[in-house]
């Protein structure tokens, strides 16, 4: 008897078992089905798991998933209304039967149905979150954000939903009601500014949202001084780059925060890596002028004087301030004068130390860069060691920086010395000895070894991500091109050219490259040494010969040079800078953007025109 007692059991539990099995392998079907797709048999399979077994919630839920994708919304409604009877009180299923009905085009009964979910937890938060849910999900969101103030109220919490609801007026552009819940939230979380910051992120790059968010910033600051909110309000002008606003709101915030030029450093700081370098300066002279702390003080002087510069770069840029054949452009004929004086002004103050040692630094660079005062420039860089021996990486660059002026001397033998020591050292930066190697393949250009060059070239080309890997790869490139077909002729003329032209032996260059294109008409280079003629005309101020120059390049070698879009756009600078023709101007530009669409100077043309039209703004 107890045996056929046990054989009974072993059977039930054998039976339930397979059973289990079975379900398992259904429900991972019917999943598989639904991640495909394939909703209609799915359906079938949670339909059929559900019969078996009405009261598993996988089952029913999966179910319902089903008759939403397909739209089946009455049956949906059915199983809902079946579930609730076990879980009446249960809000979110309350709530999924308010969205079937939604959906089945039934608003008054889902709306009713909304309500009584959230009669049954009136004061729970987690009620009004879950209905929240659900009302986005169906594109509600007027709905939502009354039911989001309608939680405040209910319980008794005025700063409830803050981030749901600013993030929710954002997605329906009431940005300034957006920024009122921000700053209400950040009143109650006053560390989380850098959250709050990335969320507002998500609109501020739009002016008409930036703008209604300043006006609400401005607005509370009326009636409260918040440091914070003045650290919102800089950051929200710096989102729209207004280095200008955002530097006054900076001088309130240090006055406020009582930091003594400090806050106002950090803006410059920030101003000057954005390359806003008026502003950089205006803010560097106030942090100096408060004046800001010992320890940051040389900081702000070397960085007002490095703005200065910086400037004068632009206006050069602006201007097409360009030496003639090697000649200088004296200090008070430049923009330089002010960040030399400065810079001289802080060798004066801070002897032998770091900052003394960067201001020769820049001063040399000024000189050799800017003015071609090539024994100047080599004074100032051999004063940085004096000033401060064994700063290595500065060192480094020093040597750098003469090599280069000795290439312009003409004397490559002792400026390879220097680039030799560079590319040797090992507390070189793996980015200083790129950049010696590649100067010492352009030696062996110029000194025709023009397969040494290509051996060392290639060696810095296979690491894209240098910082010399791009000129690598153009000098690499042209050498591979012209090489083989020079006939040890052409390209030892043109690399005599270039070398000319590095020492800024202008006239003497463009004769070389016009008697290049004369003797070989057919070499591949000729396009380049026209590049080259016509950008030599242009620092000449010879105007009208390089218009005929870039002229002769885009119609003799429309089809096969690679250089047409930069020749197009150079062409419009001449017009623009030198000869001053802003109709002619404007059409070249107008023709690099019809000829050479997909062209990376594209941007700038577009820029330039709006600018010579008045309309850039």
Known sequence: MALRILIVLLIIVASAYSQTQDQAIKLRLAQSYEQGGDFENAAKLYQELLTRDSTNYV?????RRMYMQLKKYDEAISIIERRLTLTPTDVNLRGALGSAYYKAGNEKEADAQWEQAL?????????????????IENRLLDKTADLYRRARVACKDPNLFAVDLAQLLAMSMDYAGATVEFVRWLKQNPTQLAFLQAKMSSFTGKEDARMAAIGVLRAALKKEEDQQLYELLAWTYLEGRDFGAAFEVYKTLDKIAKAQGGQIYTFAERAFKERAFDVASKAYLEAINTPVSSVRLP???YGYACSLKELGVLSDSAQKVLPIDGVPVTESQSGYAGALRYFKKIIDEHPHTEFSAKSYYQIGTIQFEKFFDLDGA??????????????????FDVSLKIGQILVAKGDTAAAAKRYQKVAAAPGATPDQQDEANFRLAEIEYFGDKFDDAVQRLGAIAINPKADYANDAIALLAFLQENKPQSSGQALAQFSQADFLARQRRNTEAIAVFLDVIQRNPQALLVDDALMRVASLQSQAHLYSDAVASYTRLLTQFKESSIALDRAQFNLGEIYDKGLQDRPKAIAAYEKLLADYPQSLLTTQARKRIRELRGDSF
């Open 59 to 63: 089952y029913f839920d999966g179910l």
């Open 119 to 135: 009669a049954l937890e009136r004061t729970n938060q987690n009620a009004y979150r879950a209905i929240a849910g659900i009302l």
């Open 299 to 301: 900081y702000a002087k």
């Open 378 to 395: 080599i004074a100032s860089f051999e004063q940085v060691e004096e000033e401060l021996p064994g700063l290595n990486v500065i060192m």
